[in-house]
């Protein structure tokens, strides 16, 4: 009777730990965040601390979650169409500010730390229970150097939350679940429609743990209709969202044509690299902008490396496909490309969580780097370039 006292009053202090933990690094962001902003701004009132968040692609999310997307090019504002975005964060951020009568920016924030929280909670469960991988996943989320990407309007928060509830599906064997969360996925961004192929590949290495071998996989597939299902769900959203632009524009590939007109060209990704690398700065000795988005690519490969030896070959697919389709065109947007990967982001923290000394110090540095990367941002060193 005692024991069985003890481990429910341990699982209810675990389950505050679970939800208390992100709240207090959602309070610590915001703080750190708010602190960076006037060290920039000399205005320090609400306003302007939104619009210093607001940053690069947010403005075009804006416009989306506001206008919808156009039938033509702006005109008088831009050659270009918001096309290249996809609709899923905008509607939502839309249905929520038809609900909230605030302003699209502080709706699309609260909404992202939302999200990124969300995401935390379902990270319990990746992380295999770890609690000091736990602490250092909310930390670098909420209040970490990169925690300005998921906090603010961009797509991230709802691309970590929605691949995480995928991985989390495949790792109980949940496909129908899976193949529901990758067809909002794909609705989300381009490379989301890809997870269909971890998708398949989970399925597979379960068909070969259970002895089947490998010319029987497409009969066991076809002979069970939930992973059918699950399979040929998966790119629903992007199916909607080419539908929706061929009615609308007569072009379902707009968001594909549309990358011209932002400087994405297909090239030689071993050529971007070198270029990067090769951009020294001229004064001081900080890395560039672009020299930050060659390390960050170079250590997301690195890391979806790991996660092939650890035989986690479903997320390593799927992560590297993540990184390299965008390098195929350049490096623009890699730094935020990479930083949300869910699975990169549980692999990391679990390293750093697995040596205690590591684990404090990597406590300590998240926060505070916050603050000089969120100024950074603010004054466009860190750009999505």
């Excluded at 629903?236 to 707009?254: C, K, R």
């Amino acid at each position: 009777m005692l024991d069985e006292v003890a481990r429910a009053n341990t699982g209810r202090s675990t389950a505050l730990a679970i939800a208390v933990v992100p709240l207090f690094f959602v309070t610590s962001g915001i703080v750190i965040r708010y602190a960076a902003f006037t060290a920039v701004w000399p205005d320090h009132s609400l306003q302007p601390y939104v619009q210093s968040l607001c940053r690069w692609d947010c403005s075009w999310y804006v416009g989306i979650s506001e206008k919808g997307y156009e039938g033509f090019p702006i005109p008088g504002a831009s050659n270009v169409g918001r096309w290249g975005f996809f609709p899923l964060y905008p509607m939502l951020v839309a249905g929520l500010r038809a609900v909230f009568p605030f302003p699209t920016a502080i709706v699309a924030i609260a909404t992202s730390i939302a999200l990124s929280y969300a995401s935390c909670l379902v990270s319990w469960q990746l992380l295999d229970r770890n609690m000091r991988a736990y602490v250092l996943y909310c930390a670098f989320l909420l209040s970490g150097p990169f925690s300005f990407y998921f906090t603010t309007f961009l797509s991230e928060p709802l691309f970590v939350l929605l691949t995480s509830c995928v991985f989390l599906a495949l790792k109980r064997s949940s496909y129908l679940a899976a193949g529901f969360f990758s067809a909002l996925l794909s609705a989300t961004r381009l490379v989301g429609v890809f997870v269909v192929f971890a998708t398949v590949i989970q399925m597979f290495q379960e068909h070969r743990m259970r002895g089947g071998s490998v010319l029987s996989f497409p009969r066991r597939v076809l002979s069970r209709p939930d992973l059918l299902v699950a399979i040929l769900v998966s790119p629903a959203g992007l199916f909607a969202y080419m539908l929706y632009l061929y009615l609308t524009v007569g072009d379902g590939f707009a968001f594909v044509h549309v990358q011209r007109a932002f400087g994405r060209v297909t090239g030689n990704p071993l050529q971007f690299l070198w270029d990067a690398f090769s951009a020294t700065p001229t004064t001081g000795w900080l890395p560039t902008s672009p020299q930050w988005s060659a390390f960050a690519c170079v250590a997301g490969l690195a890391l979806s490396a790991v996660l092939a030896f650890r035989r986690q070959y479903s997320a390593a697919f799927f992560c590297t496909l993540g990184i390299v389709l965008p390098l195929l065109t350049n490096l623009a947007s890699m730094v935020r490309y990479v930083v949300g990967l869910a699975p990169l982001i549980v692999l990391s923290m679990t390293l750093l969580a697995a040596s205690r000394p590591v684990f404090y110090a990597a406590l300590v540095l998240l926060p505070a780097t916050c603050y000089f990367t969120t100024i950074a941002w603010m004054r466009g060193y860190l750009a999505l370039v």
